[in-house]
Each structure stands twice: as structure tokens, then as C-alpha cells.
């Protein structure tokens, strides 16, 4: 028998087999290489395993370092997003923000309840879309914990569901890559003052890290302050064979939005169209991941976690019966609004577990990947409604109590098994083949005994598959292809909120309304990109994404322009184009995205859309194949330009540009309002070292004070009366448009010790 081989002689095999030439040999564990400071592999599954070359991968994948983020100190995880990333837009519709929607490549991440989701987003292999509604809450992933994100787009099977556009995984900071700590403060415009701290370490085996954050702002508008408190603390225990990290996630905070505004009000863009609108939000989150070496070759790896979440909304809203008759009484309702107060309570967890076997197939490199996983969330959702009336600032202002409107019960249970293999066919030529089987069921329960009809069990189940080449020619440059397909489940929200004849108003009243089918997508892609040493990159992709069954979030028009209802619209299609280019020339660094996407309906559909001026006496308008879908810019021009001098100063520009996007109503492309025009915005950062350590750094956001907006919706203007008061005699239809931030500047400083 051949003597065993020492686990040392076993890891330098792995690290030369499968991070390929030494691109990660300088990691202890190179199942960890995703927590480097700097990386060029990525990970193609969500759980612990081994990560891939970059130039295996066969798709246009975007990864962001910690490096990349401390350079232009942004405000969160989105705002870097928008500033930096290919095809990723944000909208303002609630004026705040930790409150943007994300879209990239025409697919949505958002926090709010009333957008279909196409994006899946995970912390550390964790799936942070909540179980309720499949939003993401941006606010309650810590920026200052992250290590390394990666944009991978199409429909990646491993990572699951809501992966039709592509998923955006977020990895953490240890404290063997990050030893050392960090305090900074900041302060500006707005009244906003910001404190962040970080500190790791590393003693033999164990290591440990853990950041905090608190963020006071009193918004750019009326009514939309920001109270953000986030803690974040990982511990690691490290061997040759094994890496294992608990970590735990904290956070309670309030936001305000501001909603979105008439276009007759523009002139008077800090002011709020009706309020309040808050949302409290509260996180506590424990998850564990884990990987051991079990042999050459063989790396078992697994997570677990627990995910407790409630978010508290206050909203005030138009009363859509105001001037009806009452059948039975004859009483004419005279209730001018109504504040509805809502609570969603929810429990979910999650384990999965996979296994990596590296080795050689008919003497070809070959990494493949075994995996399942389950997800289950539990959420009461309850809402109460009050009557109030308007003040002169249209403040809702109550006239009763609360009372009982919903109480609901929702279960969900996510199962996929997943493959992934990646073969080197040669030097030059890589081939990946994936695939993952989802079932997801959903139930839905009355807890009022009055909504009996509510009560529901649905199940969705699909295999999805993936396939791709990459081609080397030579180093430095590398061309692929790629097809992918995905799957949507739809959510409880989208569930009980379909039905034209009985729009909700978000977040939602429950009814028992027709049953949606599951989305599924189709992508296709083909790019290729290349270095030049380290000073020059670029990268070219075209894509084309068609779905099947794709579900809209349709505005009813009615005095709230948060009401209306989810359906099936048959097919749509985004495709586009993104193209990249980086240089450095001595103290100057340069680089540029485009990005052009194309999201069009490709079946015709009557929607309801009263507030569409061309909308028939029912309310209705005829969605054709070809119309655009709302929401989606065509063109994106990002270009940042810094100058620097060996890290003891830089000064930055970014440039972001767009151009119009349509109206949320307006589907037909044909209402009066036109679409909400694009803009350009400039925006400065510099930093300056005055001492080893210590830094002081300022940005300026919008920079020549931009009036600008980058979503809208159709609606009604109940609020067209003198000095703007409440006249339900005289309303108006009109684009109710989400501003831009004014101008802002901040300074502040920060000392690191490593």
C-alpha cells in the first residue's frame, strides 16, 4: 500500500490544480481565496468550495475589492454599484437612500414590496432576499464588512432562485486578511454624520473580526431622515485541512421616504407629496460556513443559518372611496386619507451543504461541483388602517383609531440540488456544464377567519440548465459564450395581490386573488475580455435575455400611485451590450463603462392604467410587442478619472449619464407625459494622508446641483387646489416623479492601523 501523502504535499497539489499557475498559492486556504484583499478567481456557487480562474469563467463578470470600495468612500453598498458597475442603475422613488431600487440588465433588486425581483444577492453564501416578497434590504448589509463582490450576471443555476438577471454575491472580512483596525467619521450636508469602526486580528488557528456603523442623516428633502446602527462580528478557526467562520449580523434602523412627486410640484422638490412614510427595520442574523479537505481532491463544504427580521411600515395614503356612495347607506365617504400601519414578522433558515472533487478526467483538469440546499422562512404579516384628513403640508393627520385589516400567515419552502463542472479541455479551452433542480412551496393563511379565500398552498418546481466555453488564445485574453437558464417563483405578496378589479395598495391588503405562473428565462451571451499587464483591462459582452411568463407590477392609477396588482404578461426580452476599458499612465488612472440595454414587451396584453392619457373609459391601454418597459434606461455611460501619487493623495471625478426611461403606467409607450428625460451627473472624492495612518477625505455629490429624476410613475394629483391643498373636484393627471439628491458635500477622517 502507498504510503499516505502529507496534508502539506495535498494542499500544493490543490492549490496548482485548481487556482491554476499560482493565482491564489500566497492564500492559507484556498477555499477562502473569495476573502483576499485581492482576487482573480470567482465563485461560481454560493457555498464554500474551490473558486474558479477568472478566465475559465465564461461570462461577463464583474468583482469589486475592498480596495476598489475605500478608494471613493461611498455612502453603501448600492451607491458604489451605481457609480461603478456595468448595466446597474438605481431609482430615487423614495428619496433615501438605503431605499434605492437596484436594476441591472433590466432586472430588479429592490427593498420596497411592489417591484417583481430578478436578482438574487447572498452575504456569504447566505440568500439575504427575504422569504416575504423576495426583497432585498440593502440597508441591513454592513459595507464596511465587505471584502469582495462579484456581479455575475444571466441565470447562474447554483445560486438559484430570483437569478434571471443575475446574482450579486457579497463576501466578508476576516480578520488573517484584515489584521489590524480602522475608526472614521464624516460629516456634511444634510445634517449627516456618519461613524464607522473595524478591527481583526489573527492569533495561531483562530481569527476574528468585527466592524460597526452609525449613520444620522437628516435628509435631502422633507421628511426622509435616515437612523442606520449596524454591527457586524466574524470568528474563524483556520487549519490546512479545514476553515470554519461564524459570523453574526446586526442591525436597527429607521429610514423616511419622501415618495415620489407631481411633476407640477418640481419647483419644489424638497417638499414631500403626502407623509409620513416610514420604515423600521430590525436584523439579527447568525450563519455558519465551513470546509475540510478529505482528501486529495476532495473538499466538503456547507453553511447554516438563522435570519430574524421584522420591518415596521407607517405609510399615509389617499382614500381611493373618497366622494363614493355607499350602497347600503347612501352616505357619501368623506374620509380624505387613511395612515396604514403594517408589520411583517419573519423567521427563516437555511443549511446547505456540497461537495468539490478536483482531479483529472481523460487527463484533462477537471473541478466538479455537487451541492443542495434548503431554504424555509415563516412571516406574519399584519396591517391596520386609520382615517385622518390633510393638513395644509399634506400631512396625514388621524381622526380615529387603528383597526384590524389583514393578519396573514405565510410559510415558504426553497429546495434545490445543484451540479457544476468546469473541465480544461486543453490549455486554451475551458468547458462548463451546470444545472440545479428548484421546488419552491408557498402557503398562505387567513388568521382573521374573515379572508377564508385566502388561504392557499403553491408549488413551483423546474430543472434549469447552464453551459459555457471559455477560449485563451494567449495570456492576457480570453473570449466565451454562454447559456443559461433561470427561474422565478412567485411571491406571497404577488400571489394575493393579482387580481385588476381589486389593486393593493404596498406594502399590501391580502386578498384571494388569480393564480401566476413562475418565470423562467432564457439568456444568452457572448464577449470576450483582456490585460495588458497590470495597468490595462477591458471587457466586451452582447446578451440576450427572454422570459417567459414574466410577472409586472401594474399601477392601478388610483389617488395612491402605490396601488395597483401583479400579473403574468407573457414574454419579454432585455438585451444590450456592455463594454468596459481601464488604463493607468503613471499618477492617472482612467476607466469607462457603456452599457446599452434594450427591455422591450414581446407579447400584446390590456392592462389597467387609468391615469395613461390614453387609457379607454375603463381604464384600460394595449400593451404591444415592442413597447418598452418602464423604468429601464437604453444608455449608461459611467467614467472615472483619479489622479494620485503613491497612495499619500488622490483626487476623483465620476461621471454618470443616462438617458430616458418610461414611466411606470405608461407600458403602451403612448401617454401624454412622454418619458422622464435622462441626465448627467458629476460627482468629486479626494483623500490626502497627513500622517502615517491618518487621512482626512471629502466628496462632492452633484456637483453643479442637477435637477433630475430616474423613476416615475403614473398617477393622479389629488393636491392641484390653491397653495396646493387637498381638491378632489379638480384633480390632475400627471407623472409623479422620484427626485435626485442636490448637491451635498462632506468631510471626514479616518486613521487605520495594520
Known amino acids: 500500500m502507498a504510503p499516505a501523502m502529507h496534508p502539506r504535499i495535498v494542499r500544493a497539489i490543490l492549490v496548482v490544480l485548481i487556482l491554476d499557475r499560482g493565482i491564489c498559492a500566497a492564500a492559507e486556504n484556498p477555499a477562502e481565496a473569495l476573502e483576499r484583499v485581492t482576487i482573480e478567481v470567482v465563485g461560481t ?224 422638490p424638497r417638499e414631500a407629496y403626502t407623509f409620513p412614510d416610514i420604515n423600521n427595520n430590525r436584523l439579527a442574523m447568525v450563519a455558519l460556513k465551513a470546509s475540510r479537505f478529505l482528501g486529495e481532491g476532495v473538499l466538503v463544504g456547507g453553511n447554516a443559518y438563522y435570519r430574524k427580521y421584522r420591518n415596521d411600515n407607517t405609510s399615509s395614503n389617499l382614500n381611493d372611496n373618497f366622494g363614493e356612495i355607499d350602497p347600503e347607506t347612501g352616505a357619501v365617504d368623506t374620509v380624505q386619507a387613511r395612515n396604514d400601519r403594517s408589520a411583517i414578522d419573519q423567521e427563516s433558515a437555511g443549511l446547505g451543504l456540497q461537495v468539490t472533487l478536483a482531479g483529472r478526467v481523460l487527463q484533462r483538469r477537471n473541478q466538479f461541483i455537487l451541492g443542495a440546499s434548503g431554504d424555509f422562512g415563516k412571516a406574519r404579516f399584519t396591517q391596520e388602517a386609520q382615517e385622518a384628513f390633510f393638513d395644509a403640508s399634506r400631512g396625514a393627520v388621524p381622526v380615529g383609531d387603528f383597526a384590524g385589516v389583514t393578519d396573514a400567515l405565510t410559510r415558504n419552502r426553497y429546495y434545490g440540488i445543484w451540479f457544476a463542472d468546469t473541465l480544461n479541455l486543453d490549455e486554451r479551452w475551458t468547458l462548463s456544464l451546470s444545472g440545479r433542480y428548484n421546488r419552491a412551496s408557498e402557503s398562505i393563511r387567513d388568521r382573521t377567519g374573515a379572508a377564508p379565500a385566502l388561504d392557499g398552498d403553491h408549488v413551483f418546481a423546474r430543472f434549469n440548465p447552464a453551459v459555457g466555453v471559455a477560449f485563451t488564445p494567449r495570456n492576457g485574453l480570453t473570449t466565451f459564450a454562454n447559456y443559461t437558464e433561470g427561474m422565478r417563483a412567485p411571491s406571497p405578496i404577488e400571489l394575493t395581490c393579482s387580481d385588476p378589479d381589486a389593486p393593493c395598495k404596498l406594502p399590501n391588503n391580502f386578498l384571494a386573488d388569480p393564480e401566476l405562473k413562475k418565470v423562467v428565462s432564457h439568456t444568452v451571451e457572448a464577449g470576450a475580455r483582456g490585460k495588458a499587464g497590470d495597468d490595462h483591462g477591458w471587457s466586451a459582452a452582447v446578451y440576450r435575455t427572454d422570459l417567459v411568463d414574466d410577472i409586472q407590477f401594474v399601477s392601478s392609477g388610483a389617488g395612491a400611485t402605490t396601488a395597483g396588482f401583479f400579473q403574468n404578461v407573457g414574454r419579454t426580452r432585455r438585451q444590450g451590450v456592455e463594454i468596459f476599458g481601464s488604463a493607468r499612465f503613471a499618477s492617472i488612472s482612467l476607466s469607462a463603462r457603456y452599457s446599452y440595454t434594450d427591455a422591450t414587451f414581446r407579447s400584446s396584453f390590456v392592462e389597467s392604467s387609468p391615469s395613461n392619457s390614453t387609457s379607454d373609459a375603463e381604464g384600460n391601454i394595449r400593451v404591444e410587442s415592442g413597447n418598452r418597459i418602464p423604468g429601464i434606461p437604453r444608455h449608461l455611460f459611467k467614467l472615472r478619472a483619479e489622479y494620485g501619487n503613491a497612495g499619500r493623495f488622490a483626487v476623483g471625478a465620476s461621471l454618470l449619464t443616462q438617458t430616458d426611461t418610461v414611466a411606470r403606467g405608461n407600458e403602451n409607450n403612448r401617454d401624454a407625459g412622454g418619458t422622464v428625460p435622462g441626465y448627467a451627473v458629476l460627482n468629486l472624492d479626494g483623500r490626502v494622508e497627513i500622517a502615517k495612518g491618518l487621512e482626512i477625505f471629502a466628496r462632492v455629490d452633484n456637483v453643479f446641483d442637477r435637477l433630475y429624476s430616474n423613476f416615475a410613475v403614473l398617477g393622479t394629483n389629488f393636491f392641484a387646489g390653491p397653495d396646493r391643498s387637498f381638491d378632489p373636484e379638480n384633480t390632475r393627471r400627471e407623472q409623479f416623479r422620484g427626485i435626485g439628491a442636490p448637491r451635498g458635500a462632506w468631510v471626514g477622517v479616518r486613521y487605520e492601523w495594520r
Open 45 to 268: 456557487t454560493p457555498l464554500p468550495g474551490l473558486a474558479v480562474p477568472l478566465k475559465d469563467v465564461p461570462a461577463n463578470v464583474q468583482i469589486f475589492t475592498s480596495r476598489d470600495v475605500d478608494r471613493q468612500r461611498p455612502i453603501n453598498v448600492q451607491d458604489y454599484l451605481d457609480r461603478n458597475a456595468a448595466s446597474v442603475s438605481l431609482n430615487a422613488a423614495q428619496g433615501n437612500p438605503f431605499q434605492p431600487d437596484i436594476s441591472f440588465r433590466g432586472f430588479t433588486a429592490s427593498p420596497l414590496l411592489g417591484l417583481p425581483q430578478g436578482l438574487s444577492v447572498f452575504q456569504d453564501g447566505v440568500r439575504v432576499n427575504e422569504p416575504f416578497g423576495d426583497v432585498v434590504n440593502w440597508d441591513l448589509i454592513p459595507g464596511s464588512a465587505i471584502s469582495s463582490m462579484q456581479l455575475l450576471p444571466g441565470a447562474t443555476p447554483a445560486f438559484g432562485l430570483n437569478t434571471l438577471g443575475g446574482a450579486l454575491a457579497i463576501y466578508t472580512k476576516s480578520g488573517s486578511e484584515y489584521p489590524g483596525g480602522a475608526l472614521q467619521a464624516y460629516g456634511g450636508s444634510f445634517g449627516r454624520k456618519a461613524l464607522e469602526g473595524e478591527f481583526g486580528g489573527k492569533h495561531e488557528r483562530w481569527d476574528y473580526f468585527v466592524t460597526g456603523n452609525w449613520f444620522d442623516d437628516n435628509g435631502w428633502a422633507e421628511h426622509n431622515p435616515s437612523r442606520v446602527k449596524q454591527l457586524f462580528g466574524k470568528v474563524g478557526w483556520q487549519t490546512e485541512e479545514t476553515d470554519a467562520d461564524l459570523s453574526v449580523t446586526l442591525a436597527r434602523n429607521r429610514l423616511e421616504g419622501t415618495q415620489t412627486l407631481p411633476v407640477s410640484f418640481l419647483d419644489t
